[in-house]
C-alpha cells in the first residue's frame, strides 16, 4: 500500500479529514488534518489532543509498514487553509480565499475592464457561479482605523472572475486575524 494511502486510511479511521502529505529531503513528513465538515453544524477546531492522538497511531502504523521518515509532525491547517478539492470549496462558499491561477487571465478577459490582462493572483469573496466558481472583490483601498471617509465618495465597482478548479494553482483561506477566531458565516440578510 502507498504511504499516502496508509496516512488517509489511517487519519480517516480515526475519524478526521486529511488536508495534506508534505515529504522533505530531511526526512521530515508532515501531516496536515482537519475535522470533518458536516454541513448545518457548528465548525469545530483541530486542537492538540486531536494532533498527538493522531500522531501516536501514525507512529505505530508507520513503523508497521516500515515507511521511511526520520520525524513526524502532524498540524491543524491553520488559518490560510489550503482548499483543494470542490468539497473544500464547498465548505468555504462566502469565505474570504486568495487564489492564484495557473495562468493569466489573458487579454479576452480583461478587454473592457480594470483587471490587468497579466494577473494571476486574487483576493475575494468565494462564490458560486453558473459555470463553476468565481471569487469577486473591490480593488478599493481598505480604509484604516480612524479614518474618515466622505460620504459623497463612489465606493469602487465590484470585479467578478469566474473558474475551474481545473484554472486554479493555488488557493488559499485569506489569513483574517481578529484575535477572536475566524467568524461565522452570517444568514443572508444579517450582520455580524
Given amino acids: 500500500m502507498a504511504l499516502h494511502d496508509t496516512i488517509e486510511q489511517t487519519v480517516t479511521g480515526l475519524g478526521y479529514e486529511l488536508v495534506d502529505i508534505e515529504r522533505t529531503t530531511g526526512g521530515l513528513l508532515r501531516v496536515t488534518i482537519d475535522q470533518p465538515f458536516v454541513p ?9 489532543e486531536d494532533c498527538e492522538k ?19 509532525e502532524v ?28 495562468a493569466p487571465i489573458g487579454t479576452v478577459a ?18 458560486r457561479a453558473a459555470s463553476g466558481w468565481q471569487i469577486v472583490w473591490s480593488d478599493e483601498p481598505e480604509t484604516k482605523p480612524g479614518q474618515k471617509v466622505s460620504k459623497k465618495r463612489i465606493p469602487a465597482p465590484l470585479q467578478a472572475l469566474g473558474f475551474t478548479l481545473d484554472e486554479i494553482m493555488q488557493a488559499r483561506l485569506a489569513p483574517v486575524v481578529d484575535f477572536k477566531g475566524r467568524r461565522p458565516k452570517a444568514a443572508p440578510g444579517t450582520e455580524i
Fill in 40 to 48: 448545518g453544524t457548528e465548525e469545530q477546531f483541530i486542537n492538540a
Fill in 54 to 72: 493522531v500522531t501516536r497511531q501514525l507512529q505505530f502504523v508507520l513503523e508497521v509498514e516500515a515507511a521511511p521518515y526520520s520525524r513526524l
Fill in 75 to 102: 498540524s491543524s491547517p491553520g488559518i490560510d487553509r489550503p482548499l483543494r478539492s470542490e468539497k473544500d470549496f464547498e465548505r468555504f462558499e462566502g469565505a474570504l480565499v486568495d487564489i492564484t491561477l495557473k
Fill in 110 to 127: 480583461a478587454a473592457g475592464s480594470a483587471v490587468a490582462a497579466n494577473r494571476k493572483k486574487f483576493r475575494g469573496t468565494l462564490e
